[in-house]
Nanobody, 125 residues
Framework: QVQLVESGGGLVQAGGSLRLSCEVG????????MGWFRQAPGKEREFVAF????????YYADAVKGRFTISRINAENKVFLQMTSLKPEDTAVYYC??????????????????WGQGTQVTVSS
């Protein structure tokens, strides 16, 4: 089992920024591709961002493209989500996810094997 622990969530005003972190308890962190997902109240969980094992490739949902940036530091077993120009509709619980073998698209939950417990992000208008 791989443990993922998110941090960095909180309350921020619209237009503000937050940086989420996810620490992965696995020595071979560089063998994992990583993603961020979010779930707003009353809605299904949705894809936010993806980063490849090396960090060379990233992919974003249209709703966050240009505002959010995913990155990773393999030496520290961490992945980050820098969120800027936040909007009230970004309010959700944000989840970090890790995958080992490709089974589907980067944006599909089915591609990921391990999930964090989530961190709440609330954007006030």
């Amino acid at each position: 089992q791989v443990q993922l622990v998110e941090s960095g969530g909180g309350l921020v005003q619209a237009g503000g920024s937050l940086r989420l972190s996810c620490e992965v308890g696995r020595r071979t962190f560089s063998s994992l591709f990583m993603g961020w997902f979010r779930q707003a109240p009353g809605k299904e969980r949705e894809f936010v961002a993806f980063i490849s094992r090396s960090g060379d490739n990233t992919y974003y949902a249209d709703a966050v493209k240009g505002r959010f940036t995913i990155s990773r530091i393999n030496a520290e077993n961490k992945v980050f989500l820098q969120m800027t120009s936040l909007k009230p509709e970004d309010t959700a619980v944000y989840y970090c996810a890790a995958g080992t073998l490709w089974r589907s698209r980067a944006s599909s939950e089915d591609s990921y094997d391990y999930w964090g417990q989530g961190t709440q992000v609330t954007v006030s208008s």
